[in-house]
């Protein structure tokens, strides 16, 4: 799919692209770190109608709604396409030295050079989780390297 980025002066920057039903959508970030998503009907596609706004964080949200469940698909799309890349699975579980503290505390790239892509709690995602994200017995870490990594993550979750 292809997406358009047009610099508005002024404004900030648009990204807009066609849906499947041939409709252009359009999401302007404004310089005000606020968002807005727009639809440009066929009969004047210079005419733009406001769908919704969105303050930074709600952007953010949705977008880890709406990433989430592509996150898996694609890591295990790149998988496929690089020989020796692997996802995996590591659970918290109760007896992890790691429940209640920060996940850079793991060290687990640096140590296993795999990486922690995304933490599972629940029915949320967090997608791309910084060093300060804490975890929590049950979060599950998405893992990508390769066998041996992913394995020396679960050794250093599980203790």
């Given at each position: 799919?292809?997406?358009?980025?047009?610099?508005?002066?002024?404004?900030?920057?648009r990204?807009?692209?066609?849906?499947?039903?041939?409709?252009?959508?359009?999401?302007?970030?404004?310089?005000?770190?606020?968002?807005?998503?727009?639809?440009?009907?066929?009969?004047?596609?210079?005419?733009?109608?406001?769908?919704l706004?969105?303050?930074?964080?709600?952007?953010?949200?949705?977008?880890?709604?709406?990433?989430?469940?592509?996150?898996?698909?694609?890591?295990?799309?790149?998988?496929?396409?690089?020989?020796?890349?692997?996802?995996?699975?590591?659970?918290?579980?109760p007896?992890?030295?790691?429940?209640?503290?920060?996940l850079?505390?793991?060290?687990?790239?640096?140590?296993?050079?795999?990486?922690?892509?995304?933490?599972?709690?629940?029915?949320?995602?967090?997608?791309?989780?910084?060093?300060?994200?804490?975890?929590?017995?049950?979060?599950?870490?998405?893992?990508?390297?390769?066998?041996?990594?992913?394995?020396?993550?679960?050794?250093?979750?599980q203790?």
């Open positions: 799919m292809d997406v358009n980025e047009v610099l508005l002066p002024g404004v900030g920057l990204y807009e692209f066609i849906n499947h039903e041939g409709d252009r959508i359009g999401v302007v970030a404004q310089r005000s770190g606020e968002f807005e998503l727009v639809v440009y009907p066929r009969e004047d596609p210079d005419e733009a109608h406001p769908v706004r969105l303050t930074n964080e709600e952007a953010d949200a949705l977008a880890e709604i709406l990433g989430a469940p592509r996150i898996a698909e694609r890591f295990a799309d790149l998988t496929r396409e690089v020989p020796g890349l692997n996802a995996g699975r590591v659970e918290v579980g007896g992890s030295p790691y429940s209640g503290r920060p850079g505390e793991t060290r687990a790239r640096s140590r296993t050079g795999a990486s922690i892509v995304a933490v599972v709690r629940g029915e949320d995602v967090i997608a791309s989780p910084g060093p300060a994200q804490g975890l929590q017995v049950g979060d599950v870490l998405v893992v990508i390297g390769t066998r041996e990594g992913i394995a020396g993550v679960q050794r250093i979750v203790g």
